[in-house]
Nanobody, 120 residues
């Protein structure tokens, strides 16, 4: 499984960096996506990064505020979140896939997620 970490309580306008790692397999061979699920809502895709050339895809509602990146040496994928809004409050998950273009059903190795709460 993948482990997402770095969540917490942050004020509106603040920043957090989430990390996605695995102790079971290398992330080098997979595209990695970040997803979130807010209370009472369905899980949605936020961003994804390919394993071969680092191409990134980001949802419109967070574009310009969230940045996905990967550190091969540390085998970690990050989600830098800036200018956070209360509506960003959710449990954030990372998962792996053979392709960022694939549907959420084709992402696997979901972990427990990490809670991000944006509130004053």
């Amino acid at each position: 499984q993948l482990q997402a970490s770095g969540g917490g309580l942050v004020q509106p306008g603040g920043s957090l960096t989430l990390s996605c790692t695995s102790s079971e397999f290398s992330l080098d061979y997979y595209d990695i996506g970040w997803f979130r699920q807010a209370p009472g809502k369905e899980r949605e895709g936020i961003s994804c990064i390919t394993h071969n050339d680092g191409t990134t895809y980001t949802a419109n509602e967070v574009k310009g505020r969230f940045t996905i990146s990967r550190d091969g040496a540390k085998m970690t994928v990050y989600l830098q979140m800036n200018s956070l809004k209360p509506e960003d409050t959710a449990v954030y998950y990372c998962a792996r896939s053979r392709g960022c273009h694939l549907s959420m059903a084709d992402f696997h190795a979901w972990g427990q997620g990490t809670l991000v709460t944006v509130s004053s």
